[in-house]
Nanobody
Framework: QVHLVESGGGTVQSGGSLRLSCAAP????????MGWFRQAPGKQREGVGH???????TYADSVKGRFTLSQNDAKNMLYLQMNSLKSEDTAMYFC?????????????????????WGQGTQVTVSS
């Protein structure tokens, strides 16, 4: 397991932007899949997107074209740039990481088989 710390959440008006960060100091030591998940009150946790060890991102349909995943060169920071935010994006956002023998992510965005999770950062979009 690795220690993950999210930051960057807050309250923003509909149509606005936020950038979430996930600090993962030990991720650069291996082949990791990293992902962002979110959970709104009363709803199940859902996948937002993930990025494999080659830096290839995959997104949930609900955020395609609005959200962008990226990493720094050292791959110990994961970012989620969120643009054109909607009220339905309001949720607690979690960063997750999992060491993979081949560095690839699960086929499903909603697969939550990650060994490490952060505490979450709240995103609230007001209409």
């Amino acid at each position: 397991q690795v220690h993950l710390v999210e930051s960057g959440g807050g309250t923003v008006q509909s149509g606005g932007s936020l950038r979430l960060s996930c600090a993962a100091p030990r991720v650069s030591d291996g082949l990791y899949c990293m992902g962002w998940f979110r959970q709104a009150p009363g709803k199940q946790r859902e996948g937002v997107g993930h990025i494999d060890s080659t830096g290839t991102p995959t997104y949930a349909d609900s955020v395609k074209g609005r959200f962008t995943l990226s990493q720094n060169d050292a791959k110990n920071m994961l970012y989620l740039q969120m643009n054109s935010l909607k009220s339905e994006d309001t949720a607690m956002y979690f960063c997750a990481a999992d060491l993979r023998y081949d560095g690839f992510c699960p086929a499903s965005i909603n697969n939550m088989a990650y060994s490490s999770w952060g505490q979450g950062t709240q995103v609230t979009v007001s209409s």
